[in-house]
């Protein structure tokens, strides 16, 4: 084989094929498929993955591989099968779809250089740059303001060029191991020989006479109480020896977690595992609808049936939404498999998660936890795929490519011929159809563990609130239940629904509200800084002190964030110790775990947080959960508004009493008739369920039509509308009749970074073209993408309407 197929590292559609290029002499038997390769294009060096190996190419003068980035391969038979498959599947570029499954580090780094090509004097503002040296860095020749017509001037009289460099990011991290040099009845000598006053030389002898394997430096020294000094002379006389050995950047020890092992299953976790286990043992695919309330203990089941999967020899992946993926959720995991669990959190640095990564690679690993990305795991035998919380629209990539991990589940599950188990108390609408119409096989937990009931749940009216004169963001009932709690040392868990509910500033003479300058929407206030923040593009003002509009002075900000709370919590009720967590508390690393700790410890009486509060969490001492304003979610422009706040209310009140103490819930909301808010408080989800359908149905919404949104988006609103109404019309054309386009219109935001935003929608029952009609349409535009500023996007089934 002395031909590779290769996919370039250039993410556009002229480019997104494979290219074959020649294998050379020096390379050839060790390009292997799967491997990172750097080949030339055009005039520069890239990164390319190697898809196949061929004797045979149609095209006459192929260029040579330049080099290899890989030892052994990052991509596997299956996982290159699978990237063509989410090509195109989600209609985006090879080179993405293989990138998405990697660890950000092996993403490749491009170096622009400027290099010297012959001994020819330059211009003296060149020369003075090049200080001798033959290439110098890009941004050096940009930052010391080099002149670009000088430098035009000699890459076209051929003194310069431009090069690019490919640099890989991975970083392996190494470590000084010290061991002995000399047999043990050999060293013993040298420690009789050695002077009086050596006293820790004599330790480190002793040690290593007693103990004759190497050891991690640092360990050595810290258990000997004793500095490098010492250590220096005997290795200097070679009775020790030191190396540097690659040791992984392991952010979770073992001996952290207490081992557990396996409970004794319930009746009904009984009749749920069951039907998993023989799928695992017959070696065939099956999709399960795991449906247990919360507290009901699916995971216990997960564990088991991951336990008979290694007992098999084979692998398994769990996924787990990204907030969950708490401390206690690892711990679980860990707990029952030690060292066989590799965990991908994104809270890990790159070389944390590259080091993970790499376990999963060698086979040092047998199960793999881990947000989204981690169901592209490059496991060669896997024998159950398990998606936690399989509601969650964190699951959904929203960027190329806009895959959904449950699809990639079940692709790899037909794959691997093994069992996926989708979880959830409050299963998404989609995956219920499915298994009400036998497409998923159905696995209901009704009761909760102990026969623990569901916490009860009390609606407030807020509307009431106000008529009473109550003006605070906490009802008389909330206030009366805190006040209960605290006296009773039991703890309780605030939730404050962030999105709709950040503080905005307002001038209170003429209702002037501050917005970003380049997006449609509101500013943020942030108290820490004082300052105001677009949390779509990150522009930062001052807080102004006077209104821009009027000049009034009476400018305030609105709204409820967490701080507000926390502010009119301490207010309130001094005496109640909080613990607040959201994104601006949480953004350091391990913060999350240290406000978890401390919540545990007793440390404070009241968790206060966003969504991130709102699942995974299990605390036995929590008695109380509270709800503070539950229309937020409710009033986004989102057919799953009502699905999304029926889970959400649901996931909340799983908090409390999930042990010994009973629990109570209290749910403010001014729409206490809605039927999400109301069946979420009877924890009723089929009558949901029912409801909610039936809504589907009449406004023709998934799971009974599939939607497809475009969103164009262009600097000038003129274009931005022509265009969109040319695709709208476009797809009418080709596109069957049954299917219906809506568009164009506004986007919900209609302008971030200072970028118009407008969207068609197709709604159809069965559009086998669509795909084609799609990439036909994207290809019209393809020049105004490259050349003008056009953006057109494509989501398949999409989650954010926005
Ligand atoms: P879920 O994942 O459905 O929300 P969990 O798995 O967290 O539920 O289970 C709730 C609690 O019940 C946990 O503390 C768990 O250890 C416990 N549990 C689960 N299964 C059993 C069992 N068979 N016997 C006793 N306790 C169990
Ligand atoms: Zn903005
Ligand atoms: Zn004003």
Not at 222 to 235: A, C, E, G, I, N
Not at 575 to 589: H, L, P
């Amino acid at each position: 084989m002395n031909i590779a197929k290769v996919v370039v590292d250039v993410p556009a559609s002229q480019t997104n094929r494979i290219f074959d290029y020649k294998i050379p002499e020096n390379f050839q038997g060790s390009v292997k498929k799967g491997m990172r390769v750097i080949v030339p294009f055009g005039p520069r060096k890239i990164m390319g993955f190697v898809l196949e190996l061929t004797n045979h190419s149609d095209f006459d003068r192929l260029r040579f591989i330049d080099d290899l980035m890989d030892v052994t391969p990052v991509l596997t038979e299956e996982l290159i099968n699978l990237g063509k498959w989410l090509s195109e599947e989600t209609l985006s570029y090879y080179i993405s779809a293989f990138q998405v499954m990697l660890p950000q580090v092996l993403k490749a780094k491009y170096k622009k250089e400027l290099q010297r090509l012959t001994e020819e004097e330059l211009p003296e503002i060149l020369e003075i740059i090049f200080a001798n040296r033959d290439v110098i860095p890009y941004e050096e020749f940009v930052s010391r303001d080099g002149s670009f017509y000088h430098l035009q001037k000699a890459i076209d009289q051929g003194l310069i060029e431009v090069s690019y460099q490919v640099h890989s990011r991975e970083t392996f991290k190494k470590e000084t191991m010290i061991a002995p040099n000399r047999e043990s009845f050999l060293l013993d000598e040298e420690l009789a020989n050695l002077p009086k006053q050596a006293i820790k030389q004599a330790e480190i002898l002793s040690y290593f006479i007693e103990h004759p394997q190497a050891i991690l430096q640092k360990e050595l020294l810290s258990l000997l109480d004793t500095s490098r000094s010492s250590l220096k002379v005997l290795l200097e006389r070679k009775l020790l020896r030191e190396y540097k050995e690659e040791v992984y950047r392991n952010p979770y020890k073992e001996d952290k977690y207490p081992k557990t092992t396996p409970l004794q299953l319930t009746e009904q976790q009984e009749n749920s595992i069951k039907p998993i286990l023989s799928t695992i043992e017959k070696k065939s695919h099956q999709v399960f609808l795991l449906h247990g309330v919360t507290g009901s203990g699916k995971t216990e089941v997960y564990l088991q049936s991951i336990q008979e999967v290694i007992k098999k020899g084979k692998e398994a992946i769990v996924l787990v939404p990204e907030i969950a993926l708490t401390p206690q959720m690892v711990e679980r995991f860990k707990g029952r498999f030690g060292s066989e669990v590799a965990v991908l959190h994104s809270a890990l640095s790159a070389g944390e998660k590259f080091d993970e990564w790499r376990k999963i690679q060698r086979k040092q690993v047998k199960v793999v936890v881990g947000a989204r990305s981690a169901i592209f795991a490059p496991l060669e035998n896997i024998g159950i795929i398990i998606i936690d919380e399989e509601h969650e629209t964190s699951y959904k990539q929203e960027d190329h490519p806009r895959y959904h991990a449950r699809d990639v589940a079940i692709f790899r599950g037909e794959q691997h011929n093994c069992p996926v188990v989708l979880g959830s108390a409050t299963p998404a609408l989609e995956s219920f159809a499915r298994a009400q119409k036998g497409v998923y096989q159905l696995l209901t937990i009704s009761k909760r563990m102990n026969n623990a009931v569901m916490p009860k749940v009390k609606l407030v009216d807020m509307r009431e609130e106000l008529h009473a004169g109550n003006r605070t963001m906490f009802s008389r009932q909330l206030m009366k239940d805190i006040e209960e709690r605290l006296k009773r040392k039991e703890q309780m868990v605030l939730f404050l629904n962030r999105r709709g509910y950040s503080t905005f500033v307002m001038c209170r003479d003429c209702g002037h509200v501050i917005e970003c300058p380049h997006c449609d929407i509101t500013l943020t206030y942030h108290r820490s800084k004082n300052s105001l923040k677009c949390h779509y593009c990150g522009h930062e003002d001052d807080m102004p002190t006077k209104c821009p509009s009027c000049e009034s002075d009476t400018i305030r900000f609105f709204g409820t964030g967490t701080q507000k709370v926390e502010e009119a919590l301490n207010k309130l009720m001094p005496e109640a110790r909080v613990i607040r967590m959201d994104v601006d508390t949480t953004t350091r690393k391990g913060s999350h775990e240290k406000l978890l700790n401390q919540f545990a410890n007793h440390e404070a009486d009241i968790l206060l947080g966003t969504q991130m509060i709102a699942k995974g969490l299990d605390f036995p001492n929590v008695t109380l959960v509270g709800v503070l304003a539950a229309d937020a979610l409710l009033n986004l422009p989102d057919f799953r508004a009502a699905e999304k706040t029926f889970q959400l209310l649901t996931q909340v009140s799983g908090r409390a009493g999930r042990h010994l103490l009973p629990g109570e819930v209290v749910v403010q909301t001014y729409t206490p008739e809605h039927y999400s808010v109301q069946l979420a408080s009877e924890y009723d989800y089929d009558s949901f369920f029912q409801k909610e359908m039936e809504i589907r149905k009449t406004f023709q919404y998934p799971p009974y039509f599939f939607l497809t949104l475009i969103t164009v988006s262009h600097p000038n609103q003129v274009k931005v509308i022509e265009v969109t109404k040319t695709i709208t019309k476009l797809l009418n054309k080709h596109l069957s009749s049954q299917t219906r386009i809506l568009g164009p219109t506004p986007s919900a935001l209609t302008r971030i970074k200072d970028r118009y935003r407008y969207q068609c929608m197709i709604k159809y029952k069965n559009e086998p073209n669509q795909r084609k009609v799609i990439k036909k349409v994207l290809s019209f535009y393809q020049k105004e993408i490259q050349k003008n500023d056009l953006l057109i996007s494509v989501d398949l089934q999409p989650y954010q309407l926005m």
